[in-house]
């Protein structure tokens, strides 16, 4: 059975640092886009950092580019976001996902950390 389990969540104060944890277990993800997203209240869920699980390839939403810092451990099979200089609107439910590069229906998200970042 998958699991994936975020951590390390909390309130911080504006230009604060969080790191972020995503523990996955039940398979092995090589083969696997591995994603944060974001839901602000009152807000659509979006699109945070991305990281394919076997390396070579990151990404990042605009709003995050130069602050945050996706990577993982295989060892621990572990994903991290590293988030820096955090703003009032950086406040969300963050959440990972693991998503099968061959098969899009394979996917598989975690409850979600809240970060609330004050001004």
């Known amino acids: 059975q998958v699991q994936l389990v975020e951590s390390g969540g909390g309130l911080v104060q504006a230009g604060g640092s969080l790191t972020l944890s995503c523990a996955a277990s039940g398979r092995t993800f090589s083969n696997y886009l591995m994603r944060w997203f974001r839901q602000a209240p009152g807000k659509e869920r979006e699109f945070v950092a991305a990281?394919?699980?076997?390396?070579?390839?990151?990404n990042y939403a605009d709003s995050v580019k130069g602050r945050f810092t996706i990577s993982r451990d295989n060892a621990k099979n572990t994903l991290y976001l590293q988030m820096n200089s955090l703003k009032p609107e950086d406040t969300a439910v963050y959440y990972c996902?693991?998503?099968?590069?061959?098969?899009?229906?394979?996917?598989?998200w975690g409850q979600g950390t809240q970060v609330a970042v004050s001004s």
């Open positions: 990281i394919r699980w076997s390396g070579g390839y990151t």
């Open positions: 996902e693991a998503r099968n590069l061959d098969v899009e229906t394979d996917d598989y």
